[in-house]
């Protein structure tokens, strides 16, 4: 197959989707995976990990980690979905995405094999874990290093979970998305996230609420795994349109208590975890500051002006779990110094969260789809912009809990421009415009991505703020057209 044909022949597989699951069209299950991988010889288990769940700050968590690797001048593979602009950027080495052709010979070899499995009574793959299949045989051929590795959905069923242990599991944030599958309380869903903590491995835990930190506590005790609680950076020392400076100071883990603790049944067909299997500030010369490995007290270490390109008052928590996960890997061996982590930090690129496109209207796009996402972009907006209001872009889909996402960002807006989402869940841009209008908020449905982004640029002062946010489906067409927008080639 050539890469056209390659995409047609993804188009025609089964497509994982929450509403699938639920009506029992689609499987959330590894069986099909697990033989994929198995009739393709298990290159995955020939390649070292760091592993990333959690609700948010997944890509950008991965996007730091991935750069410090790379400036460390480790062979780094990391594969993030969805893609923002171009397909094959899910799958990048160094930072430079899979050729097409490369990507489209993989594939091949890979549907060959399904055709095989499939005439001997083995199951369908979806097309996520297709994707995930083609992946891992890309790194293994290409003699990666090590894999920053980002979940599609949940964890303990994901198709990125056939992965023997890892260097490294990290757990973002936790909160309310796709509850139909995870679960419908905060305790189901840290479960499945939970899922990717395997034997033995390092858990690198973002700060949780109680009940989510008991569910990563009690699976670290049952896989023996060693928790580590990283203290983040919740807020920038400086910060402009430029970037943010923060300090970290990454402090050892209280011992965690043997209590018993009752953990929650999944919701999916395997119902135990331990069935899956500014430029830089001079400083001396050091190592990254030490993180205990034991859970037990020790004085912590901070290192000091860490500069962050990207924006959004959450990234300085998001940049610090890749620095906790950088030295979990230093002290397995890996060659990172304080250098490359600083190098690596500052040299991040990552589109598409809270991204500023243009000054004089600012423009700022965002992926931010959930509640918890929403919350994070106020923050970063009310930061960033006090006192102003903002002419909003927003494209969602129907199954997330927009009615809580305009609660939050409401107070904000100075108008809405509602977009179509090319993606078959989207919420119909007329609706949410209704939904917008019945809570108090002017609203404009638009028939496409564009004439929205025209529109808030014709009617916007040089001193407004626009925004784009609601999913990250429609990133990187706004983020096309903008660019050619502003660089005279539209």
């Given amino acids: 197959m050539n890469f056209r044909e390659s995409m047609e022949y993804l188009d025609s597989v089964p497509k994982f989707s929450p509403k699938d699951v639920v009506s029992g069209t689609v499987a959330y299950e590894l069986g099909a995976m697990r033989t994929l991988m198995e009739s393709l010889g298990n290159p995955e288990k020939q390649l070292h990990f760091v592993h990333i769940a959690g609700t948010n700050g997944k890509g950008s968590a991965s996007a730091f980690l991935s750069q410090i690797l790379i400036e460390s001048g480790l062979r780094t593979g990391s594969f993030n979905s969805p893609a923002i602009e171009h397909f094959t950027e899910q799958f990048r080495i160094n930072g430079h995405d899979i050729t097409e052709e490369a990507f489209a010979a993989i594939l091949t070899r890979v549907a060959s094999q399904i055709q095989q499995n499939l005439r001997d009574g083995k199951p369908q793959p979806t097309q996520f874990e297709i994707l995930v299949a083609v992946m891992f045989l890309y790194f293994h051929e290409q003699n990666c290093d090590i894999v920053v590795l980002e979940t599609g959905m949940g964890g303990l069923l994901d198709a990125t979970n056939v992965i023997p242990s890892p260097e490294a599991a990290v757990i973002m944030t936790i909160s309310m998305d796709h509850t139909e599958i995870l679960g419908r309380t905060l305790r189901e869903i840290a479960f499945q996230k939970a899922g990717i903590i395997k034997e033995g491995t390092d858990v690198l835990l973002y700060p949780q609420k109680p009940e989510a930190d008991q569910v990563f506590e009690a699976v670290c005790r049952e896989k023996k795994a060693r928790l580590h609680r990283v203290n983040v950076c919740h807020k920038a020392r400086e910060y402009s349109l430029q970037g943010q400076i923060f300090d970290l100071t990454l402090e050892a883990d209280p011992q965690i208590s ?65 620095i906790a996960a950088a030295e979990i890997l230093r002290q397995k061996g890996y060659p990172i110094t304080e250098d490359s982590v600083r190098k690596g930090l500052k040299h991040t690129v990552w589109h598409g969260r809270f991204e500023l496109m243009h000054k004089n209207p600012a423009v700022i796009v965002d992926g931010g789809h959930n509640p ?23 494209g969602i889909l129907a199954d997330k809990d927009y009615h809580r996402v305009i609660d939050i960002v409401g107070p904000l807006a100075k108008h809405f421009y509602t977009v179509p989402v090319p993606n078959p869940r989207a919420l119909d841009p007329e609706q949410l415009a209704r939904e917008l209008r019945e809570a108090g908020y002017t609203a404009e449905a638009c028939g496409s991505i564009e004439e929205a982004t025209d529109k808030a640029l014709k009617t916007c002062k040089q001193d407004e703020i626009i925004c784009s946010f609601g999913s990250l489906y429609y990133v990187g067409r706004i983020r096309e057209h903008l660019n050619a927008e502003f660089s005279g080639t539209k």
Avoid at 272 to 283: L, R
């Fill in 372 to 394: 918890e996402g929403a919350a994070m972009l106020r923050e970063s907006l009310t930061r960033y912009f006090p006192g102003q209001k903002i002419t909003f872009l927003m």
């Fill in 258 to 322: 043997l209590s018993e603790m009752s953990l929650p049944e999944s919701s999916g067909s395997e119902t135990s975890v331990s069935e899956t299997s500014v430029p830089k500030t001079s400083v001396p010369e050091t190592s990254v500051p030490e993180i205990s490995t034991d859970n037990t007290s020790a004085s912590g270490t901070t290192i000091r002006d860490l500069f962050i390109p990207l924006l959004g008052s959450y990234q300085c928590a998001n940049a610090s779990m890749a």
